[in-house]
T-cell receptor
Framework: EAQVTQNPRYLITVTGKKLTVTCSQN?????MSWYRQDPGLGLRQIYY???????DKGDVPEGYKVSRKEKRNFPLILESPSPNQTSLYFC??????????????FGEGSRLTVL | AQSVTQLDSHVSVSEGTPVLLRCNYS??????LFWYVQHPNKGLQLLLK??????LVKGINGFEAEFKKSETSFHLTKPSAHMSDAAEYFC????????????FGDGTTLTVKP
């Protein structure tokens, strides 16, 4: 089954404790992206990757890091989480064909609470 | 630059009545437009997309949307609402440059009353 898998789905942590949210897709998609969703703000892009070893900042990259060492994986790293990073996070992927305008496939989300 | 405005943050309809969720967009390029639905505690799922073919686009679960370039709109409609349609809906625009960046609207919460 084609899917994007995120882990963990739920996490409560404390300020300053490094954490990683993993994302894996099995569709051989070139493009992967991380978003955060906050009430009334829609989805805002954190980082994206157009292929292995190619990453770039989205609209709200502060406080986050990413890496793309393999095509299927795109982990999101919070080196020193703060309460304003409490949010619902989504990973998504899509094919490169069609000028990068194809459908995005989303994971089920990771709800992060930073105390 | 591109942007999306969903004109209603909340829409409430009765079961069996029509649904209209409004979306206006701005794009410097020929855009691709999408509607996604998000049910509680779930990821986003594609409802339909417009990519410069037919201006009236049909999607899943009886939804459709019409691309109107002159009005820069892409409103989502359904003739008869079902209880299972209650969810949050996002209008999204993607351009052909800037790595195909997707810009999301703020979302519209659809409530369906019995």
């Amino acid at each position: 089954e084609a899917q994007v898998t995120q882990n963990p789905r739920y996490l409560i942590t404390v300020t300053g404790k490094k954490l990683t949210v993993t994302c894996s897709q099995n569709m051989n998609h070139e493009y992967m992206s991380w978003y955060r969703q906050d009430p009334g703000l829609g989805l805002r892009q954190i980082y994206y990757s157009m292929n292995v070893e190619v990453t770039d900042k989205g609209d709200v990259p502060e406080g986050y890091k990413v890496s793309r060492k393999e095509k299927r994986n795109f982990p999101l790293i919070l080196e020193s989480p703060s309460p304003n990073q409490t949010s619902l996070y989504f990973c998504a992927s899509r094919q490169a064909s069609g000028g990068w305008t194809g459908e995005l496939f989303f994971g089920e989300g990771s709800r992060l609470t930073v105390l | 630059a591109q942007s999306v405005t969903q004109l209603d943050s909340h829409v409430s309809v009765s079961e069996g009545t029509p649904v209209l969720l409004r979306c206006n967009y701005s794009s410097s390029y020929s855009p691709s437009l999408f509607w996604y639905v998000q049910h509680p505690n779930k990821g986003l799922q594609l409802l339909l997309k417009y990519t410069s073919a037919a201006t009236l686009v049909k999607g899943i679960n009886g939804f459709e949307a019409e691309f109107k370039k002159s009005e820069t709109s892409f409103h989502l409609t359904k003739p008869s609402a079902h209880m299972s349609d209650a969810a949050e809906y996002f209008c999204v625009v993607s351009g052909n440059t800037n790595a195909g960046k997707s810009t999301f609207g703020d979302g519209t919460t659809l409530t369906v009353k019995p």
